[in-house]
């Protein structure tokens, strides 16, 4: 059974930083699109840093230069370093994957992603 297993979340105050891990099993992540997404409270659920099969990658403008996502083939692990966190980071986030290429033109939809984890929460305090 595929499984996606996030790890990493917790409370941090503004301006710290958290990594994310999503330990994954039954594939192999080299040859998936692996992504990042978040839900907040009462907001709809937004994309927040996709890499896809070929290691090109593509970030919400509200993380880009503070959040960066990588990847360990060997421990078939994906990552997301969050850095300068602020309060509106506050979130559920979710790793989720998608086999081969990512699709469409818009990979931060998510609307591709086949597989999803349970998520775990970010709560960043001012």
């Known amino acids: 059974q595929v499984q996606l297993v996030e790890s990493g979340g917790g409370s941090v105050q503004a301006g710290g930083s958290l990594r994310l891990s999503c330990v994954v099993s039954?594939?192999?992540?080299?040859?998936?699109?692996m992504g990042w997404f978040r839900q907040a409270p009462g907001k709809e659920r937004e994309g927040v840093a996709v890499?896809?099969?070929?290691?090109?990658?593509r970030y919400a403008e509200s993380v880009k230069g503070r959040f960066t996502i990588s990847q360990d083939n060997a421990k078939n692990t994906l990552y997301l370093q969050m850095n300068s966190l602020k309060p509106e980071d506050t979130a559920m986030y979710y790793c989720?994957?998608?086999?081969?290429?990512?699709?469409?033109?818009?990979?931060?939809?998510?609307?591709?992603?086949?597989?999803w984890g349970k998520g775990t929460p970010v709560t960043v305090s001012s």
């Open positions: 039954k594939f192999s992540i080299s040859i998936y699109c």
């Open positions: 890499v896809n099969k070929d290691g090109r990658t």
């Open positions: 989720a994957a998608e086999p081969g290429y990512c699709s469409g033109g818009d990979w931060l939809s998510g609307y591709g992603m086949d597989y």
